[in-house]
């Protein structure tokens, strides 16, 4: 089955660094990648849909400088949390859309804590 | 734009006995997906089920099955003969069926406890 794999499972790193998280799909080319967060109790909310080849599309409130995403290939999405905070604390997860454009499939998750 | 509501934060559900968790939502395509997930505390997630909302039968997986009612907007997840490793994170899930993007929209989520 489909596989997408995301990196690193766990990160820690000092208050105005950069962190880059790497979503891959394993055994088929996703066109478009999904990148959620998820705070601590809460449900996963949509920070951008990422387009190969093409511009991310934010939602709402993602601020697109700090939350740099990169669709270079049919099989990764990077996103880049820059000049991190302590609010940027979060589990972030991505998700591709499958071969058969019906059904997506999760990474594992980052966790990401900013000190 | 479409949202989705579990009204039920919490569920707890003896060992062997059945659950049924809650959601609605709210849309005005007639086009659409519903999917629940389950995160464990992994926090890998897991699709558990999904329907097409041009089908009329429930789905069904297993001791998973859902109650999808269309004209009321809710899409209800039932867990059959529940086992302790059923115990997690169940999130209701909206997926338009139109070419434009396939984000899910989550529900907040409900928390489900098996009890020995």
């Known amino acids: 089955g489909a596989v997408v794999s995301q990196h690193p499972s766990r990160v820690i790193c000092k208050s105005g660094t950069s962190v880059k998280i790497e979503c891959r799909s394993l055994d088929f080319q996703a066109t478009t990648m999904f990148w959620y967060r998820q705070f601590p109790k809460q449900s996963l909310m949509l920070m951008a849909t990422s387009n190969e080849g093409s511009k991310a599309t934010y939602e709402q409130g993602v601020e697109k400088d700090k939350f740099l995403i990169n669709h270079a290939s049919l099989t990764l999405s990077t996103l880049t949390v820059t000049s991190a905070h302590p609010e940027d604390s979060s589990f972030y997860i991505c998700s591709a859309r499958g071969p058969l454009r019906e059904k997506l499939f999760f990474g594992s998750g980052t966790q990401l804590s900013v000190l | 734009a479409q949202t989705v509501t579990q009204s039920q934060p919490e569920m707890s559900v003896q060992e062997a006995e059945t659950v049924t968790l809650s959601c609605t939502y709210d849309?005005?395509?007639?086009?659409?997906?519903l999917f629940w997930y389950k995160q464990p505390p992994s926090r890998q997630m897991i699709l558990v089920i999904r329907q097409e909302a041009y089908k009329q039968q429930n789905a069904t997986e297993n001791r998973f099955s859902v109650n999808f009612q269309k004209a009321a907007k809710s899409f209800s997840l039932k867990i059959s003969d529940s086992q302790l490793g059923d115990a997690a994170m169940y999130f209701c899930?909206?997926?338009?069926?139109?070419?434009?993007?396939?984000?899910?929209?989550f529900g907040g989520g409900t928390r489900l406890m098996v009890k020995p």
């Open positions: 849309t005005s395509e007639s086009d659409y997906y």
């Open positions: 899930a909206y997926r338009s069926g139109n070419n434009a993007g396939n984000m899910l929209t």
